[in-house]
C-alpha cells in the first residue's frame, strides 16, 4: 500500500502526489499500477476515483482524479481546451543556451521493430507548444521549468531534446538513460479552473532524487 500524499481534496476532485515508478495502467509484463490503489483512494466516497490526464511511468507530482463521471467530463473538457495550468520540473543533461523561451514543434509518433515507438518532430505531426525557463543550473546539468501549452504525449521529453539541445537526466527512449534511475520529470503544479467555484490548485514538493543531484528550490 502506497500512502499517497493528498494536495488537494473536495467532493469531485483529487489530487494525489504520484510517486515516480508507479504506471497509471497495468504493463503488459504485469506488476504495480494506480489501479491497484483506486478503491483506497475512495476515502468514504461510493465511487473510484478516475485519472483525469497521464503522466508517464516515470513522472512524479500532480496527478488529478475525477470522483464521479460529471466531474470527469467537465475536468477533460479543461484540458482539451488548453485551459489549465500545468507546471513541471526537469532536469536537462546539458547547458541550456539561454534563461527562457517557447519550443513550438509538431510531433509525430513512430515506431520501428528495433527500437519499438517514440514520438519526433515532424512538420505534419500533431501541434505541440512548451514554454520553458531555466530555474538552476548545477555543474553541467540545468534545472528548467516547462509549462506546456499542449499535453501531447511525451511533449517535454522530445521538446527538451530537440528543442533544448540535450535529453533530461536518466531518459532510456531521448538520451543514453544515465544519471538517474528514472526520467528527470517531476509535475510541479497544477491549476484547474471551475465555473462557479474556486479553482483546483495543487503543488508537488520537489522530490528527494532531485535535491540528490543538488537542485532545491529552498
Known amino acids: 500500500m ?10 469531485e476532485a483529487l489530487v494525489i502526489d504520484k510517486p515516480a515508478g508507479l504506471p497509471l495502467d497495468r504493463p503488459r509484463a504485469g506488476g504495480p499500477c494506480l489501479e491497484d490503489h483506486l478503491d483506497d483512494l475512495r476515502f468514504g466516497f461510493q465511487r473510484e476515483p478516475f485519472p483525469v490526464h497521464r503522466l508517464d511511468r516515470d513522472t512524479s507530482g500532480c ?55 517514440r514520438m519526433i ?25 516547462f509549462r506546456p501549452e499542449t499535453g501531447r504525449t511525451h511533449q517535454i521529453r522530445v ?6 539541445g540535450h535529453a533530461l537526466v536518466g531518459d532510456p527512449v531521448y538520451g543514453n538513460g544515465k544519471g538517474a534511475k ?10 484547474v479552473p471551475r465555473e462557479g467555484k474556486p479553482p483546483i490548485e495543487a503543488q508537488s514538493p520537489l522530490p528527494p ?10
Not at 518532430?121 to 528548467?144: E, Y
Open 159 to 164: 521538446h527538451a531534446l530537440a528543442g533544448l
Open 182 to 191: 528514472r526520467t528527470m520529470l517531476h509535475a510541479a503544479a497544477l491549476t
Open 63 to 117: 496527478l488529478l482524479l475525477a470522483r464521479n463521471p460529471k466531474a470527469l467530463k467537465r475536468f477533460s473538457a479543461a484540458f482539451e481546451a488548453r485551459q489549465v495550468e500545468k507546471v513541471y520540473l526537469g532536469v536537462v543533461a546539458g547547458p541550456v543556451e539561454g534563461e527562457s523561451g517557447t519550443v513550438n514543434l509538431s510531433l509525430s509518433k513512430v515506431s520501428t521493430e528495433k527500437d519499438g515507438w
Open 121 to 145: 518532430p515532424a512538420k505534419k505531426g500533431k501541434p505541440a507548444v512548451t514554454h520553458w525557463r531555466v530555474v538552476d543550473r548545477r555543474d553541467a546539468l540545468t534545472l528548467v521549468e
Open 2 to 11: 502506497i500512502d499517497f500524499s493528498i494536495l488537494f481534496e473536495d467532493g
Open 209 to 218: 532524487d532531485f535535491h540528490a543531484l543538488g537542485f532545491d528550490l529552498g
